[in-house]
């Protein structure tokens, strides 16, 4: 267990739709990052933030937005939701020597 | 360029032996990190061993080892008396600084172990 906690583990939704996924760190980690992973495209960084501030951002796409609030958990929204959006969707913090924890994953369907 | 190489899409191991997974990165960065995890068919991300570039000795954790070559910028990972347990998907990765778009990960590489 890395103490990182995702919710929700599993969403199937339509395309259009708007998600949001939840994280919560370790206790005392002040960075998270969203990771997507797609079946052909292994895992892509989308967003990093640092004590509630955007500190680094990858590929993601306009349809997506993360924020991180004064407790430190996060949110990662996907709006407009198009099939090619279906992954597993990982937020992460790091530890002392700088390796990521990953949290259990989100597994996002669009049908 | 691909900043992690894994050439290895899939390798297949026998009960209790040991077994070498490869990764070659592309850093010119003195200082970084290499990182490896399992993924597990339930799709969890397990960190599993690091090694700093400048760390002299090769680093153990339990069953597995990295074998650290710089020279070379390989950084294979060596899993011994592989169990059934060990079937997964395992990803080599490389941090070069304290940004997210940093922490480059390779392709992977599917082990299975057989009874």
């Known amino acids: 267990d890395s103490g990182v906690t995702q919710t929700p583990k599993h969403l199937i939704t339509a395309t259009g739709q708007r998600v949001t996924l939840r994280c919560s760190p370790r206790?005392?980690?002040?960075?998270v990052y969203w990771y997507q992973q797609s079946l052909d495209q292994g895992l892509q960084f989308l967003i990093q933030?640092?004590?509630?501030?955007?500190?680094a951002k990858g590929n993601i796409l306009e349809r997506f937005s993360a924020q991180q609030f004064p407790d430190l958990h996060s949110e990662l929204n996907l709006s407009s939701l198009e099939l090619g959006d279906s992954a597993l969707y990982f937020c992460?913090?790091?530890?002392?020597?700088?390796?990521?924890?990953f949290g259990e994953g989100s597994r996002l369907t669009v049908l | 360029a691909q900043k992690i190489t894994q050439t290895q899409p899939g390798m297949f191991v026998q009960e209790k032996e040991a077994v070498t997974l490869d990764c070659t990165y592309d850093?010119?960065?003195?200082?970084?990190?290499l990182f490896w995890y399992k993924q597990p068919s339930s799709g969890e991300m397990i960190f599993l061993i690091y090694?700093?570039?400048?760390?002299?000795q090769n680093a153990t954790e339990g069953r597995y080892s990295l074998n650290f070559q710089k020279a070379r910028k390989s950084a294979n990972l060596v899993i011994s008396a592989s169990q059934l347990g060990d079937s997964a998907m395992y990803f080599c990765?490389?941090?070069?600084?304290?940004?997210?778009?940093?922490?480059?990960f390779g392709p992977g590489t599917r082990l299975s172990v057989l009874p």
């Open positions: 990765a490389m941090r070069e600084g304290d940004y997210g778009q940093n922490f480059v």
């Open positions: 992460a913090t790091e530890g002392s020597t700088g390796e990521l924890f």
């Open positions: 206790s005392g980690d002040l960075s």
């Open positions: 933030y640092y004590n509630g501030e955007e500190r």
């Open positions: 850093t010119s960065d003195q200082s970084y990190g």
């Open positions: 090694q700093g570039s400048y760390d002299e």
